[in-house]
């Protein structure tokens, strides 16, 4: 894996090996983050955005998000070994003091700093949790008014009460959902 594009580009993300399958690590491929990213930019995103990344993996993109010129990412990923791999890919670009890392479930966030522009939702596909940790950014304030929600999951999500589906593409086994308040 590496960053596709932007200030680190071409930067050689941690290897994740093995990986934790019983955390469900499961990185976005190069493929689909540069797909992922053209689409954001017709969104004005992710330059100058606060970005929100629940269920962060190996943080790739929040790195990314980073590289193409936003400003701050908080994860949120409570997995042992993805939480490694973020703080070695932050190290490796040298983005440490650009970003936090909140180790715990992203179904039970901490009350925000500051609302975000930008949020990756990527669950354990399978799970219901992607709805659970949304309802759980809006309740403790990670949402800015016009947030853009990206959304990965195995098959097409039902936007939640509220929420209105802008766009939607299927990569193999990955539907990625972008989601804006009604």
Known sequence: MRIIAGQ?????LADVGQGDASAHLRPTSDRV?????NMLM?????NGARVLDLFAGTGALGL??????AQHVTYVENGR???RLITENLRKAKREADAKLIKQDATQLPPAPAPCDLVFLDPPYGKA????????????GW???NALIVWEESAAVVPPKGWV?????????????FLRKA
Not at 42 to 46: A, F, L, R, S, T
Not at 129 to 140: D, K, S, T, V
């Open 42 to 46: 017709k969104y004005g995103q992710p």
């Open 81 to 83: 070994v993805a939480q």
């Open 64 to 69: 990314e998000a980073l590289s193409r010129g």
């Open 143 to 145: 949402l800015a008014d």
């Open 8 to 12: 680190h580009r071409g930067l050689a």
């Open 33 to 37: 983050r540069e797909s992922l990213f």
């Open 165 to 177: 589906l802008q766009d939607q593409r299927q990569y193999g086994g990955t539907t990625i959902s």
């Open 129 to 140: 949790l992607g709805e659970r940790a949304l309802n759980a950014a809006i309740a403790q």
